[in-house]
């Protein structure tokens, strides 16, 4: 809430005071805050409080209905206000692998292209039989691979997709010092159309709700903004800034107000994104003591409340077996009902519920080495997990229907 929002709700309040005849009330009050304007006794407050209930009543009396069990990202945890009803989602162990696909070396990213989660499930809700009956060509023409893109000489570490559907373009970053642009609308072209040179090797990258500027991490300290248009690169006039050491994980947050980065050096940063200046750092966030969730190569994931920065919920059990030796990431799933993280040691999902961290059961992921990357769609249940086994596996929940 800004200052000017805040200053009219106290007017208000001060007038409703006024009006229902606790003149002293209404006078200390006036006193405490000293409002910019005037207030003269008025009924509006409780005008507005009934049209809000109203707007309210009709909106949970509507029948919620989702297309294709998808939702609209953006809405999810709020542990100031308590759930009415129960979750919506699935849990973890009732996921199942729709599709695997096999690459030449270690699969090390993964990204969502929020719109076209149909297509990768297209070729499962057919059925085994009606798999068996198709020709080469039909199997082909189903088969959820629709590109194969080559322009890096190392490890590619990074990847995402436009925000913007009609601008089917890929970014990519690697090891070889290079951020590729890709239109993968056309098939015959496997090349980037366009390359961004590095100092460093790239280590993470996000784009900009608007899809205008780029988040770039790379093993050097110094956090990078650039702009997709002109490839200008932007970063802190102030040194103080920026993390001890090399960025592991960059973000945008939904509203682009804010984004948030991960270091080695243990901490994590929340930047303001119209200046560009860090704006909170949390030092050693896991050395043992609106929301960020994080993990650590303690197995612990931890949920931060940003205007305290303090941390709110410790989601425990993961790493009990053997100790973790990669890094690797916790997300929430779709609705942020439940938080969602790797084990190394035993290859297998854990799953917490958001709210109380209370333990879900888990899900073996079927892989035959450490996943190093793990992303949930925002917008229905289903993941991809990907391993130091060359594999990268499609899960999602199963419609009742099917």
């Known amino acids: 809430m800004s200052l000017r929002e805040r200053d009219l709700l106290y007017r208000?309040?001060?007038?409703?005071?006024?009006?229902?005849?606790?003149?002293?009330?209404?006078?200390?009050?006036?006193?405490?805050?000293?409002?910019?304007?005037?207030?003269?006794?008025?009924?509006?407050?409780?005008?507005?409080?009934?049209?809000g209930l109203s707007i309210a009543d009709d909106e949970q009396d509507r029948p919620v209905t989702l297309e294709g069990d998808n939702i609209a990202p953006g809405t999810g945890i709020d542990l100031e206000i308590e759930s009415e009803s129960s979750t919506m989602a699935p849990e973890a162990a009732l996921y199942e692998t729709c599709y695997v696909t096999a690459h030449k070396?270690?699969?090390?990213?993964?990204?969502?292209?929020?719109?076209?989660?149909?297509?990768?499930?297209a070729k499962s809700v057919s059925g085994a039989d009606h798999t068996n009956q198709e020709t080469p060509q039909q199997q082909m023409e189903a088969h959820p691979v629709i590109r194969t893109l080559y322009d890096h000489t190392a490890e590619v570490t990074c990847v995402d997709f436009h925000p913007d559907a009609s601008q089917q373009i890929l970014?990519?970053?690697?090891?070889?010092?290079?951020?590729?642009?890709?239109?993968?609308?056309?098939?015959?072209?496997?090349?980037?159309?366009r390359s961004i040179p590095e100092a460093s090797p790239i280590k993470t990258l996000n784009f900009h709700p608007s899809g205008n500027y780029l988040l770039v991490g790379t093993q050097h300290k110094t956090l990078r903004i650039y702009n997709v248009n002109t490839c200008q690169c932007y970063v802190s006039a102030v040194p103080e800034d920026q993390h001890n050491g090399a960025v592991t994980m960059a973000?945008?947050?939904?509203?682009?107000?804010?984004?948030v980065t991960s270091s080695v050096d243990g901490s994590f940063k929340i930047w303001d994104a119209v200046s560009g200046r860090c704006v909170s750092t949390f030092e050693s966030a896991h050395d043992g003591a609106p929301y960020v969730l994080t993990s650590g190569k303690d197995s612990v994931v931890k949920l931060w409340e940003l205007s305290t920065s303090r941390c709110?919920?410790?989601?425990?059990?993961?790493?009990?077996?053997?100790?973790?030796?990669?890094?690797?990431?916790?997300?929430?799933?779709?609705?942020?009902?439940?938080?969602?993280?790797?084990?190394?040691?035993?290859?297998?999902?854990?799953?917490w519920d958001s709210r109380n961290a209370d333990r879900q059961r888990?899900?073996?992921?079927?892989?035959?080495?450490?996943?190093?990357?793990f992303v949930h769609s925002p917008t229905t249940a289903a993941f991809l997990s990907c391993s130091d086994d060359n594999r990268a596996r499609f899960w999602y929940k199963r419609p009742i229907s099917d």
């Open 12 to 51: 208000l309040i001060i007038s409703q005071l006024f009006h229902d005849g606790y003149q002293t009330m209404a006078i200390n009050l006036m006193n405490l805050v000293n409002p910019s304007m005037s207030c003269g006794p008025s009924a509006r407050l409780l005008k507005l409080v009934k049209l």
């Open 105 to 121: 070396a270690a699969c090390r990213t993964a990204a969502f292209n929020t719109t076209d989660v149909e297509r990768m499930l």
């Open 171 to 193: 970014v990519s970053g690697s090891k070889d010092y290079t951020i590729k642009f890709f239109d993968f609308s056309n098939p015959s072209v496997k090349k980037a159309q």
């Open 251 to 259: 973000r945008w947050a939904p509203n682009a107000n804010y984004f």
């Open 312 to 351: 709110l919920i410790s989601y425990t059990g993961a790493g009990t077996v053997g100790l973790q030796t990669h890094r690797s990431n916790a997300v929430f799933n779709h609705t942020e009902d439940y938080v969602l993280f790797p084990d190394e040691a035993t290859k297998s999902l854990c799953c």
């Open 362 to 373: 888990l899900l073996p992921l079927s892989h035959n080495g450490p996943i190093r990357c």
